[in-house]
């Protein structure tokens, strides 16, 4: 007994020095050998906010393969794919054996494979190292290579390399590619059909390609909807709803959308695999469509560019910079929202609201509009007609081009173009030339981004943010302060729209540049601005073309298809409000941009001029005891009463006194301003210490 115990002993002390040796042998073997788990290579992709695809490159091999992660693939369509092809996933190591065991009782009874034993992990397997033969070598191979991944990999992982890898016909490989193809969307959401679908194309891809065999796809469909019918994990009823899918007879492109935008994120960073704009999908197909569209109605050669951005956070979440990208009738390949053209009037709302914040105007300030001659300069209106006396409301929303003239000769085009630069926009103007008056009617060059960047002031009360295609911070300025800025706002909501277009609660202005050579629309709403702008790239005249009938009904129809809802329009500050014209005080009641104006005695009257302070000073506030005493304003000529403001402000009531008192709120640059009852003006600037 004691030495049959001892034998007993023996032999399981060498069987256990033999296991050990075995598992240290194959250990040393999976070390040596070790699977090819090197990250596959993947289509570069150019993705929007949301993580949706853009654009994408193929790989080097030519195929469509994009990098999987479970979150974003449909939860049913995984439990569907291991009910289907490895029900016991989760709990086998590699190699299902009870799989195995059925697989070949079925083979020996019916002398046919009724099943297989491959587990997912096998198969995945059998992607990382293809091969053509079909022999028991190759199997025992996989399910040796199947051990080896599941003791590097845990079971999510194995699902998304087997995601990435797994074909579904053609030049398709991993779920994104399949759903992308057949079905013209992400593998977020999937109906039971589709999901089924996918579940059978890996085993025999090309056999049961949907485009070239999609009644064999069908019956292959229906195998995997049976299979789980009879699991019972399914509800009958949906089960028979995913039979009446339709199985898709067409592929689907891969999408190819903000071909310009893609091109220049993939030119300025290679190497990187994913890059995601600030973009949003479904805004940029509707804007795209609008542009294609809008194109073949205005004819050959003319071309569209559409920009869309959020005032608030300068995203930009559609970027149309051609009508087609490939169209070369069109140079669709020229990004023309990066294009700087002349604006025409749409620099307009910029003037008014300089003249809005300094005080010298109101809505119903009358304003001449009749020739006139700023000194070489004699502007004229688009339709070659004048209106005579008309309210300022009026004169924006008409576009008249002499108002305009008028209220820039008085604000000053070189201050115009400062407050531009300070919002980080700088216009392209004749080189060694002060600005000058033309500036009103697109004497300057602005891009479609130029353009919709300054309109996020006016959207965003005021306050202009940078924007970009790229996720980032966004650098902010001030365009207007919110007073000015709601009157303009104001006056441009109430411009009717385009024939045939239905309100929408945007406001908006239009602009045709010299000689017919582009027509401009920017809208927007309380969030949102639209820029647009129709012509041709090589810059040619289109005869008829014009802002109002050519560019805004673009406009219009692209905040209606962009699927974002409109935001209502900022609300009326406390302190503004539409004066009417009798309540005016006398200084505002009409504008006038004269050096001089004939009094009532027929004598010619000089134009208001501030002798203090004088432009530029460096002003000391005096104090006595604990008050500080105001400032001693003084002027000479002009018409009285007279109306002095400070940085837009009202110093005190109209008066006829030649002298007045300020005591500024702080220190730093101020600008004061007097305005006389002709309605001219007179401005310094100074410093307050």
Do not use: C
Request: proline letters at 7%; aromatic letters at 6%.
């Amino acid at each position: 007994m004691k030495r049959q115990l001892q034998r007993v002993l023996t032999a399981l002390s060498a069987t256990a020095v033999a296991g050990t040796l075995v598992m240290f042998a194959l250990d040393r073997l999976d070390k040596a050998f070790p699977p090819p788990l090197e990250p596959a290579e993947t289509s570069v992709e150019v993705v929007d906010r949301d993580g949706a695809l853009l654009r994408a490159l193929a790989t080097k091999e030519g195929a469509w393969r994009f990098r999987v992660s479970l979150d974003d693939v449909d939860p049913q369509f995984v439990s569907m794919l291991i009910a289907y092809e490895d029900k016991r996933f989760r709990e086998h190591r590699g190699i299902d054996l009870m799989a195995i065991g059925r697989a070949a009782w079925q083979l020996v009874t019916n002398g046919r494979i009724v099943s297989g034993g491959s587990t997912l992990t096998m198969q995945l397997a059998r992607l990382l190292e293809p091969r053509q033969e079909r022999s028991y070598t190759a199997k025992l191979r996989q399910m040796l290579r199947a051990v080896q991944i599941e003791r590097r990999l845990s079971k999510d992982e194995i699902l998304e390399r087997y995601l990435t890898l797994a074909p579904y016909g053609g030049n398709l490989e991993g779920i994104r590619a399949a759903t992308l193809a057949w079905f013209g969307k992400e593998p977020k959401r999937l109906t039971l059909g589709e999901a089924a679908l996918l579940v059978a194309l890996p085993q025999l891809p090309e056999r049961r390609r949907p485009d070239r065999n999609p009644e064999r796809a069908e019956a292959a469909r229906d195998r995997v909807l049976d299979r789980l019918a009879s699991a019972g994990t399914i509800d009958p009823a949906d089960i028979e709803r995913g039979r009446h899918d339709r199985v898709p007879r067409v592929r689907q492109r891969i999408p190819f959308l903000a071909a310009h935008a893609a091109e220049r994120i993939l030119r300025e960073n290679p190497g990187v695999t994913r890059h995601q704009l600030t973009l949003s999908r479904r805004p940029q197909e509707g804007l795209e469509r609008v542009a294609r569209e809008a194109a073949e109605r205005l004819g050959p050669r003319i071309s569209v560019a559409i920009l869309m951005a959020d005032a608030q956070t300068g995203d930009i979440l559609a970027e149309v910079g051609s009508a087609s990208f490939f169209d070369d009738s069109r140079r669709g390949w020229i990004d023309m929202t990066r294009a700087v053209r002349s604006p025409g009037s749409t620099l307009k709302p910029f003037i008014y609201g300089l003249a809005f914040e300094e005080g010298l105007i109101a809505q119903e300030t009358i304003i001449e509009d009749r020739p006139t001659s700023f000194g070489a300069y004699r502007p004229r209106n688009f339709d070659m007609e004048y209106q005579g006396d008309v309210s300022i409301r009026t004169a924006l929303q008409m576009s008249l081009n002499v108002p305009a003239v008028r209220l820039l000769d008085a604000v000053g085009p070189t201050r115009l173009v400062s407050r531009f630069r300070q919002a980080g926009v700088v216009p392209a103007l004749p080189r060694d030339e002060p600005p000058g008056l033309a500036i009103a009617l697109g004497g300057a060059g602005l891009s479609v981004r130029d353009l919709v960047k300054l309109y996020t002031g006016i959207a965003n009360r005021g306050l202009v943010t940078s924007i970009d295609n790229v996720p980032g911070k966004r650098a902010t300025a001030t365009l207007f302060d919110h007073r000015a800025n709601w009157q303009i706002a104001d006056i441009l909501s109430g411009i009717l729209p385009p024939e045939g277009a239905s309100r929408l609660g945007i406001a908006y202005k239009t602009g045709t540049s010299y000689g017919y050579r582009d027509a401009w629309s920017v809208g927007f709403d309380g969030r949102h601005v639209i820029g647009v702008w129709v012509g041709r790239p090589d810059g040619a005249p289109v005869p008829g073309l014009s802002g109002y009938q050519s560019a805004a009904p673009i406009l219009f129809e692209a905040f209606a298809r962009s699927g974002i809802p409109i935001t209502p329009l900022p609300r009326r500050p406390s302190s503004e409000t539409r004066t009417a014209r009798a309540e005016l005080p006398v200084t505002l009641k009409r504008f006038s941009s004269g050096k001089e104006s004939i009094g009532k005695q027929g004598v010619a009257e000089p134009a208001p001029e501030i002798v203090f302070p004088p432009q530029g000073a460096r002003v000391d506030l005096v104090s006595a005891g604990d008050e500080t005493l105001p400032l001693v304003l003084k002027m000479q000529g002009g018409r009285a009463p007279f109306r002095w403001l400070a940085n837009g402000r009202p110093v005190d009531a109209p008066s006829r006194r030649r002298t007045s008192r300020w005591l500024p709120d702080s220190t730093g640059f101020s600008r004061l301003t007097v305005i006389d009852a002709a309605g001219r003006s007179a401005s310094v600037e100074v410093y307050v210490e």
